[in-house]
């Protein structure tokens, strides 16, 4: 993905929708991106995202109910993602993946795809949502801070033979759960 300095001088409006079943590159580039950005944000590494099927994946975050890839767009370039995955209850539905270029961030980009991300769990029935952060990234922690997320104690390794830990926050998405 090709996004500089002139593209942010020059961007237009920015759009969020859910990743249609055609938008195999765009989800690609965007991924791929994030990936080679924030290596320490991820669980998957760029070099097994490289080897993916990137036609599945691209169905799998597009055609199924239980789960959807949200994409920010920008003159018509991926800048932004995040994916959500519902589980059965009592399980926590799942976030993650979240991503904004570098060059867009600290505009509300990644807080309109996560509250993408939140509004299409709600439609689906869930009621609570886990995310992971790498607890080094004190700003993205308190990024899901401002949104109502709160740490849950629980930590892990990022990936097997990974020195960096992650820390699991969730969020209640309904008045009841909250």
Do not use: K
Request: net charge negative.
């Amino acid at each position: 993905m090709m996004v500089t300095r002139e593209h942010e001088h020059a961007r237009g409006a920015v759009f969020v929708r859910r990743l249609a079943p055609t938008d195999v590159e765009i989800f690609r580039a965007v991924r791929l991106a994030a990936l080679e950005d924030s290596p320490d944000a991820f669980g998957e590494s760029l070099e097994a995202a490289q080897q993916s099927d990137w036609n599945a994946r691209t169905a799998n975050g597009s055609a199924f109910t239980d789960r959807g890839v949200f994409v920010a767009l920008a003159d018509e370039q991926a800048i932004g993602m995040v994916f959500v995955r519902c589980e059965a209850p009592p399980a926590p539905a799942f976030l993650g993946g979240m991503w904004v270029h570098p060059l867009f961030r600290g505009q509300g980009i990644g807080r309109t795809l996560v509250l993408r991300g939140l509004d299409f769990l709600r439609s689906a029935g869930q009621r609570r949502i886990s995310l992971w952060v790498t607890s080094a990234h004190a700003d993205v922690l308190n990024f899901y801070r401002t949104l109502g997320f709160q740490e849950t104690g629980a930590t892990a390794s990022l990936r097997p033979g990974s020195p960096l830990a992650i820390t699991e926050l969730n969020l209640g998405l309904s008045p009841e759960d909250t």
